[in-house]
Structure formats: C-alpha cells, structure tokens
C-alpha cells in the first residue's frame, strides 16, 4: 500500500502537535528561534573575547587519546540508552509487530540525524515515523511509540532532578537562586510525583487519547526500564562532555549535570541545528567558563564525538546496507533490511549535504595555512584564489539549501548536490590546498551516489524554496557560522578597507566578502521561499476525443465539467477511463473522479498519485462520492465531507405542493406575462452566443465577480458549445432573459445546468419559472433525475467527538452566512424536496487538508481577491 510520502513532513508535523497538543504560530515558529540564537551568540562572543583560534587549536591538539576514548565509550552508552527507548516502546504500543533490531535502529539513527540537523519533530520524528509506516503501523501506534519515548525522557529526567534537589548535593544550589528547604521540597514534589506516575503505569491497562490518536501507555516492567533508559542516555551524555573538560574547572558532577540540562533546553528552544551555539554560551555561562580555551576545544570535541560521529556512523551503515540490499535480489531476513532503509534514505543525504556545506562555510570562515598558501604561490594567481574562497563558501550554503530538495526525494535536488560537491572539491583545494576537505567532499560525492536510487521525484516546486522550519534553521545556523568567522578574527580590529584588501595574508577580507555572498544568497532563497509562489499559467487544453465521448456517454453530469479546458486528463489505456486534474504548483487536484470503467478509473487514481509523489506534490481529489473511497483510503488519503449534492427524483414529477408553490406561481406569471420557454440545441447555439455573452457580462458586473473556473464553468464559446441551452425569452420581440447550459447524462440519467444567469434589471421571479420550466421539461423527456448541484459544508455535524475539520467546517456553515449563503442555498434547494448524498475531499489529512482547500480556492475564484469579490 502506497504512503502519501510526499507530505512526511507534514505528517511529522501533525504527530508532534497531536502528541504534544501544542500548536506553534507562525511568527513565534520565526521570531522565538532567531532572537534566542543571537542572544547565545552575544553572550558566547563576550564569553570568549579574549580567547585566540590558535589557543583553541592547541588545546583541542593536546586532548589525549585516554580522555577520547572515554568520551566514545560514554557516547556509546548514550546512544545505546537511546536505542532501548523505542525498543520498549515497541514492545508496549505494538508488540510483536516490529523486530526489536529495526526498533532500536529507528531510535539510534533518529536521534543521530535530529542531533545533528536539529528540528527533532521533522527530522528524528519523521525518520521513525517512515521506518515504521513501512512496517505496517498506522498514524496512532506510531505516535504511541514516539510518545512513549518522549515520557520515558521525561520520567528519566524528573527522577534525576528530583534526587539532585532533594539530596542537593555540593554545587547545585549555586545554580538555583533558592534555600535548601525550598530546594528538597521541590525535590521531594518530582520524586513523589514520578513514583505516582511509576505505580499508576505499572498496574497496566492505561490508555492515552489526544485528538483522534489513541495507544496504550507501558505497564508492567516497561516503565522501570525506559526510566533506565532515559537515565543511561541523559548520564552518557552528560559524561561525555564531562570527561572532555579540563581537570582545573572545579565543579562536581551534579552542578554540570544540572547545567548541561539546562543548556540543551536552550539549544532546543533556538532550533539550530543540534543547539549550535545556544548550547555552548548557555554551558560556558552556567559553568563559569569565559575566557577559557581548553573549555572551548572541549565543546569542540565533544560535538565532534556526541554529535558528528553518530551521523557519519548511522550514514555510512545506511549506504553500506543500501548498497548490498541493491545489489542482491531482497529476500528472507534482507526485505525487513529494505523496507527500512528506503524511506530514511533522503534524510540521511539531506544531513550528508547539509554536513558539506557546513564544512565549506567554517573553513571559509577560518584563516587558512600559512604554508599551503605559499604552496599556491608558486603555480595560481591570488585573483584565482580569492575567487576559489568566494565560491567555496558559496557552494557551502548552496548545499546547505539543497538539502532539503534531498529530503523531499528530488532528482533534480541530487544532480545539484553532486555538481555542487565536485565544484565545492576542486574550491577546498584552490583556496588553500585543503586535502582534509577535499577528501571529506570526494567521501559525500561517493555517499550520494550510493543513494541515487532514492531521488526519483523529477518534477515539481523549486529546490531552493524552503518552508518556515528550514528557513529558521539554516538562519540560525549561518549565525554561527559568522560567529565562527568573528571569533577567528576577533584580534583583528575592523576597517571599512578590510573590504577591498586583497592579499595572500587577506584572510579576515575573505570572510567579510564570503559573508556577505552567503547574506545575499540567503537573503534571495528567503524572500523567494516567503513570497514566490508557482503558479502554472492557465492554458487552454485541447479536449480530446475520448474525453468528449466518455464524458456524453456518463450518467453523472457533474463530469461535463471536465469540458471546460482548464483541465488535464490522464487516459487509460484502452480509451475507457478518464480523470481530469488541474496542477496548482503544489498539487494535482482532480474535479470529481474518473469518468469511465470503474476498474479503470481505480488505476488512474493511483496513476495521479504516483506522478504526484514523484512531482514532489500534494496530491487530493476534490469534490467525490462514495464510489472510489476504498480507493482513496488505500492511497493513505484522509475523507473530509465538504458539503452535500441535492438531486430531485422526476419520475411523476410535479410542480403541485405547498413547498414547490414558489416555483409554480414564478412558471404561471412568466406564461401570463409573455415569456416562452424554449430549448435550443447546441447545433444551433451559435448564432445566439454573441446575445447571451452580453446577458452574461451584465450579469457579472451587477454580482461585481468575476468567471469561475476548474469546479464552475465561465463564458466561453469552446466550452459552451458541448451543450443544449434553455433560455426564457419574450415571445413578443424574441429576445433571450434568461438561459442556462444543460448538462444531459447519458441513457438521460441525469439532467443539470451550470451556467445560469439572467437580464439583471428583469423580473425578480425569472429565474425561478427558468427552474421549474426545466425541471418540467426534464421530467417530460423522461430524464431520470435533476441534480442540483452541492450545498457547501451542508450535513457535516459539528459536535465535540466530531473531528477537528469537521467542526471547522460545521462552524464555518452556522456562522458564515456574511461571506456566503451556505443556509440560503441549502434552503432553497430543499423546496424541491430532494435527496441528499454527501461530498467528500479525499486529501493528505492533518495540515494539508487547509492547504489542499486554498489551492481549490485559487483554481476556483483566483485566490483570496476572486473569493471575496
């Protein structure tokens, strides 16, 4: 069954505010991040205003291999400790139905990527997420493990602080501003507390439901192992740092232990990029470190073991597993192997690109070997080597920016990285004989083209468009990157000539002029990615001939639609299935379902969703019945109702009856006063168009619209001319006041209209003796039905157990009557009695079904201005 992968993101997204039940709003998503990256960043440049690059390259040169080793072996701990999170998880939330090896590695390899690249809930979440969705387990069991997971954290961390507090050991209170009592009486709370939640859990049967997600919660011995779990993870990593720190800090264990928590709640409140930046100024702060260089080299190194070493582990274990599952027929124990990797390959390129950039960014903004520069001397000219620098670190952000076309599976996104590799290895050694970088370049190159197989989305938006959480972590990360650059050349005193000197020696001149190349290039995919949008022009479609003859032979008259033009079609093979779409930018969205062989139309359905996959797109269908939607839940789509059809049953159709008396009076009043009704069929339509355009154009300037498109037909001659016409007209002078455009179902199934306007200055009962003439007609034809059309947000039931949309749209129908007459419309079609069936958009679920509804507003009325006009 296929996964709707190109909305994983979003899906993420989804899981992390159903679980958490916190939902972010944009601007503190932006504005929150960034102030408290520069705040660190301020902090941490008069932390270390007195130290040199040179001291910290020393210091990192004399750390011992000893003390590297313990550093690794906590590590190991850590992340072992993080493995055995989701392997309890598993076992309590789906026990049996995930192999406990792929759910340790789902834990491992998540939080060595979310550790690296930041933004936990898109990257680690949405890598386990993929791992077990391609297992089988649905949306709630996989929001169980993660959920899971995160309380046994939790539960880890309340019982650490809680002993650290109550037995307040020599050096915590330092930290907190508060007297022993009141220090062991909030100790005592947590303790009490986790050993509540401790004996609550472990009696078993407990169940957690947030938002339409349900699991059961761990019971038994599961609670007492996960909160072992937790404290292996938060020790091991706490000790790996710990270790790196040089003997002369004098502080004990509890009071590090006590800021290095601390210190990862600020880096995960900056979104950067593993807390780079906020982490380091909140530590050397809290442990009164400033001014220190070996404290310094020790965050250096330990983010080189804690953070990057993990990354590689996990990539190159990915590539090597990638690499043989592709190079031998998947069978036995290998499939589980497979079926696993496929999905997190993407984002492990996209780490692998965005680690590159960040290597080409720091090294541009560090002073380069005196030695290798004097080796250049003598065979390139300093012109050529300023210009290497310049495009060294402009391939940096550019990789940094096309890693997330890598994790939306982009093609074109990895013949970019690998271009941007082979130009970002001849920078690294034209630019100062980098071999260290170069190689580390050559390494990528090699790493993505193990995972090339990955990358077959071949179409869609632009690679360089990021959404809100990217954008904000690649800004904060760019911010450190120039702190990087600062604290470098803190020992040279700045000069406005500094941005011209150009010399062998010019290193601080380089980095001015390389970050001001980043800015510019940042600023444009910004505002680009903020404000740019693509939207294809509309183009007038040829409508093919097998188009035109399935859609008259259809006893559903709403496919006539399709005729309009502004539609693409996907055919079937044989000629016997047809499903028209219109592509937004962002998604393909269909009007209806397919027209034709129903077994058919089921491939066509899945054929509009694999080109929209690999097109990078969202992919819905709007406006359906209940025909396809087994289908639509096989293609992992969520069912919203948007609203219901009414059609009017005519056999023994008859105007008589209290609620058609509106109808019956509007028919004899037009027969007194001199109007005839009259059908005129669409072979000759022609000669009258140019009358009912200008009966159309006075119509639309007293409505102040404009023409409607993709679900509504406009005025045109192409489109108008599949179709009869019934019109009222005076029988004296013969001229047309009102008309409409029939839609005739096929073995007169079904009669409908689209186009139906009227002489704006005429009788106000016009149009209603037009609809009960036609109606009388219809039924003296012996058509079998008359639809007449949806009644947005009509029947959806907006109570408290209803889903969330559900109630927008059941409050939008109560209280939306200012902007539309949702209960006007449904009131008048009910005079005629009809049946209702209900209307469904079959859409990605979660956050994609507003968007899917605003591109339907977009191909419908042009946006917000056509909406409101």
Known sequence: MATHENVEELWAVRLAERVSGFLEKPLVRIAIPILVTLIALTVLHELSSHVKWADVKTDVANTSWKLMFFALCWTAVSFLSLSLYDVFAVQSVADGEVPLPVAGMAGACGYAVSNCLGFSYITGTAIRYRIYASLGLDLGRVAGVIATSWIAFWSGFILLLGGLLTFHPD??????????????????????????????????????????????????????????????????????????????????????????IGAIAVGILSHAPGGIG????????????????????????????????????????IAVASALTNRHHISGAATWVYRVIRPIVPMVAAGVAAVAGVILLVSGALPAGSEK??????????????????????????????????????????????????????????????????????????????????FYRVSGASIFRLNIPWLVSVVTLLLVVFWVGLFSYSHVEYQNALWWEFAWNGDASRFLRSSLVVAVILGVVAVNSLFGREVPEPVRTEIPEVVERLVMESEDTESQISLTGDKQFLISPDDDAFLAYADTGNALITKGEPVGDETAGKQLIWQLREMA??????????????????????????????????????????LDGKSRKRFRQAKNRAEREGYVFEIIPKGKVGPVLPELREISDDWLEHKAGEEKGFALGGFDDEYLSYFDFAVLKKADTGKIVAFANLFQGGNKSELSLDLMRYEPDGSNFIMDALFAEMMTWGAEQGFHWFSLGAAPFSGIENRQLASFWN?????????????????????????????????????????????ILYEVNILISGGLRGLTK
């Open 613 to 654: 996959d690999r097109e990078g797109k969202l992919c819905a269908f709007y406006s359906v019945s209940t025909k396809y939607l087994p289908t639509f839940l096989d293609l992992g789509l969520s069912i919203l109702k948007i609203g219901e059809v009414a059609r009017v049953p005519l056999k023994d159709f008859s």
């Open 373 to 454: 520069l004097s080796a250049l001397r003598d065979f390139l000219p300093l012109s050529f080597v300023e210009a290497s620098h310049l495009a060294g670190s402009a391939v940096g952000v550019l990789l940094i920016l096309v890693s997330r076309g890598l994790f939306r599976k982009l093609y074109r996104a990895w013949i970019v990285a690998m271009l941007l590799m082979v130009a970002g290895f001849v920078a690294s050694l034209t630019k100062g004989l980098d071999t260290h970088e170069a190689i580390s370049m050559l390494g990528t190159i090699a790493l993505l083209a193990t995972f090339r197989g990955a």
């Open 278 to 317: 906020a982490f380091e100024a909140t530590l050397i702060a809290g442990l009164g470190a400033s001014g220190r260089s070996d404290v310094i080299a020790a965050l250096l190194l330990y983010r080189l073991v804690y953070t990057f070493l993990p990354f590689a582990i996990a990539t190159l274990s």
């Open 171 to 260: 050096g915590v209170s330092k930290v907190l501003p508060i007297s022993d009592t009141v220090e062991t009486v909030m100790g005592l709370c947590l303790l009490v507390g986790f050993a509540t939640l401790f004996i609550w859990l472990s009696k078993g049967g407990r169940r957690l439901a947030t938002g339409g997600l349900g699991f059961n919660l761990p019971g038994g011995k599961l609670p007492g192992l996960l909160t072992l779990a937790a404290v292996g993870d938060l020790f091991g990593a706490s000790m790996t740092l710990y270790v790196l720190m040089p003997d002369d800090l004098g502080v004990g264990f509890p009071f590090f232990f006590t800021v290095y």
């Open 807 to 851: 109630r927008v749209g059941g409050f939008v129908y109560e209280h939306g009557e200012q902007f539309y007459h949702f209960e006007g419309l449904r009131s008048f079609k009910q005079k005629f009695d009809p049946e209702w069936s209900p209307n469904y958009l079959a859409s990605p679920g979660g956050l994609a079904a507003p968007r």
